[in-house]
């Protein structure tokens, strides 16, 4: 379930995105669909695209009347910048006699930390544009597409998933570890209440973060460099609430839920790191102190007194919260651009320039979200099994009284 495949260029007539088996059945809300993709426009540093581009879902196949048929489901998304590179990138051969547009909107200087020049050597191209238009970030508002599905599915059975932005450049927030100690309660529906407005508040922040007075240094940081021609990076992180112990598997390397999400976040355009839990902290700490001890009581089941395992133990989920933060290097387009070398000539140069964010965090936190969603529902109908939403339901609820049960 909820394989998918996305293609498309970014300056190209739209973006495409093929989910090959859907449970039959699950109801969409079209305007959350898009509500969605609007929230990876958002963010405090995006650039001139984005004033161009107002993403809207057109769903072409595998839905009728509002609900799944349990077949392929197509989504399209258009690029409303193709009007003004209809030219340059013409899906038709370019006519022999028009020889003054043939080097009209080629690339030939590769940027630093882009795919610019490997994807060019790869590919035997001599025209850098044909990897960057496929390697740019634009390519996540597909996946921000199939992300927003899983969601839906996923809301059916209480699993809920939230990011924030807890650094950009050297300005550092709350992480949820800290951030949680706040949400303590014996009440779980108090808990859920807290979780609840304190994301309101993030998706209100201009940079999706959970302090005002971060956020007030963040946007000065982010001015600050942009000013001096460079874009900055940061890091966000992913929780998921509602998980049921057991998605994943300890019996097969690539069965491991950690090795899957590890890979979704990495795959995103720009991410350099990811950490689930405690992460790179927890390896200075001695066992005792890292790992979560085990309780139990009659109306709650198992559970952990910490969480700096992060809701994964052994490439399987326990029950606990799911934290996952990844890192983002800072957009290998500047308006002072570094050095580089032209791929014809060698001659030295300075690397092109593409219109760009100068900070895209906030952004990237909401493509983790969907991929995060993507994985979690791909895990979910994995234990599961079953075509449609009724059956799906049944077998899930059927897991979770074997756990109450336990």
């Avoid at 090795?259 to 350099?272: P, Y």
């Amino acid at each position: 379930m909820f394989e998918y495949i996305t293609a498309g260029e970014s300056h190209g007539p739209e973006l495409t995105t093929i989910i090959k088996k859907v449970p039959a059945g699950l109801k969409l809300d079209f305007s959350e669909l898009n509500r969605q993709l609007l929230r990876r426009q958002g963010g405090y540093g995006r650039g001139g695209r984005m004033k161009i581009e107002s993403d809207q879902a057109q769903i072409t196949s595998g839905v009728r009347q509002g609900k799944t048929l349990g077949t392929p489901l197509t989504i399209r998304i258009n690029n409303k910048d193709w009007q003004n590179w209809r030219k340059i990138m013409a899906i038709e051969p370019r006519k022999a006699e028009d020889k003054e547009s043939k080097e009209e909107g080629r690339v030939s200087k590769p940027r630093p930390g882009h795919a610019d020049l490997a994807g060019a050597q790869k590919f035997n191209f001599r025209d850098l544009r044909n990897v960057l238009e496929r390697a740019s970030a634009r390519e996540t508002a597909a996946r921000s597409a199939v992300g927003a599905v899983c969601r839906q599915f996923l809301a059916h059975f209480n699993i809920n998933i939230f990011s924030h932005v807890i650094q950009i450049g050297e300005v550092a927030s709350d992480d949820w570890s800290a951030r949680s100690e706040q949400f303590k309660t014996d009440s779980q529906q108090d808990l859920k209440a807290k979780i609840k407005d304190y994301f309101s508040q993030v998706d209100n922040s201009p940079l999706r973060c959970g302090s005002k007075e971060k956020t007030r240094e963040m946007k000065k940081l982010i001015d600050a460099w942009k000013e001096q021609g460079d874009s900055v990076g940061g890091v966000f992180e992913v929780i998921i609430t509602g998980l049921p112990p057991g998605l994943g598997s300890h019996t097969h390397w690539d069965f491991k839920l950690d090795g899957q999400l590890a890979g979704a976040f990495m795959s995103i355009q720009a991410i350099k790191g990811v950490e689930i839990g405690a992460g790179f902290a927890g390896a200075a700490l001695a066992g005792s102190q890292f790992h979560d001890e085990i309780y139990h009581q009659q109306n709650r089941g198992f559970y952990r007194s910490s969480n700096r395992a992060g809701g994964l133990e052994g490439g399987i989920t326990n029950g606990e919260f799911l934290t996952i933060k990844a890192a983002m290097k800072p957009i290998p387009t500047l308006s002072t651009p570094l050095h580089s070398v032209e791929i014809d000539t060698k001659n030295e140069t300075t690397a092109a320039k593409e219109r760009s964010d100068n900070c895209a965090v906030p952004s990237a936190s909401i493509v983790g979200e969907a991929v995060a969603a993507i994985t979690i529902a791909k895990a979910l109908t994995l234990k599961t099994g079953g075509d449609s939403m009724a059956e799906i339901k049944r077998n899930y609820n059927s897991y979770l009284e074997q756990i109450k049960n336990f």
